[in-house]
Nanobody, 116 residues
Framework: QVQLVESGGGLVQAGGSLRLSCAAS????????MGWYRQAPGKQRELVAV????????NYAESVKGRFTISGDNAKNTVDLQMDSLKPEDTAVYYC?????????WGQGTQVTVSS
């Protein structure tokens, strides 16, 4: 099992910044990618950004490219999401995700609200 705990959500004005952090514990050796997803009210959960644990390669949703940056620290078993130039449409519950060859794991989610 892998446990994920998120932190760093909150309320920010449009154009502002927030940084989300996710700490992983448990069977970390089995994880090959970590990322962030989000779910807005009435919408499906969508991928925001992902980073592989081996090479550090990243992938972003088109809607956040150039504004969000994902980073990982394998020594600390953490993954962060730096969110800049936030827009009201970024408002959602953000979930940390970890994938192994067997299954994927989810954090409890953290609310991000961007006011206009």
């Amino acid at each position: 099992q892998v446990q994920l705990v998120e932190s760093g959500g909150g309320l920010v004005q449009a154009g502002g910044s927030l940084r989300l952090s996710c700490a992983a514990s448990g069977r970390i050796f089995s994880v090959n990618a970590m990322g962030w997803y989000r779910q807005a009210p009435g919408k499906q959960r969508e991928l925001v950004a992902v980073i592989t644990t081996s090479s550090g390669s990243t992938n972003y949703a088109e809607s956040v490219k150039g504004r969000f940056t994902i980073s990982g620290d394998n020594a600390k078993n953490t993954v962060d999401l730096q969110m800049d130039s936030l827009k009201p449409e970024d408002t959602a519950v953000y979930y940390c995700n970890a994938k192994s060859i067997y299954r994927q794991y989810w954090g409890q989610g953290t609310q991000v609200t961007v006011s206009s």
